[in-house]
């Protein structure tokens, strides 16, 4: 999806783990998707780089689909579709 996209999309639910380090942020994620519905789009809040990769990395073990990421000030955005 385009940033654009990204930033519209509905989101059921936002986990902010931007005050953990890896890997604070998939662990966060990990708890948080089972609360969501199949279809539903989470975002993950965090300040750590190597959650633009763990979070891929996941999604493709477990059949989640990643959507992308958005910076903002300082932190970032990841999307993902749970399966």
Same mark, same amino acid.
């Given at each position: ?11 059921? =639910? ?9 890997? !604070? ?26 959650? =633009? ?6 999604? !493709? =073990? ?11 000030? !300082? ?5 993902? =579709?749970?399966?």
């Amino acid at each position: 999806m385009t940033t654009e996209e990204l930033m519209t999309v509905a989101v059921a =639910k936002s986990v902010d783990a931007r005050g953990t380090a890896c890997p !604070g942020p998939l662990l966060e994620a990990k708890k948080t998707i089972g609360s969501i519905k199949s279809g539903d789009v989470m975002e993950v809040l965090s300040a750590d780089e190597g959650t =633009k990769s763990d979070i891929p990395k996941w999604c !493709g =073990k477990q059949g989640h689909e990643y959507l992308g990421f958005v910076d903002v000030n !300082g932190y970032f955005k990841v999307y993902l =579709k749970k399966k």
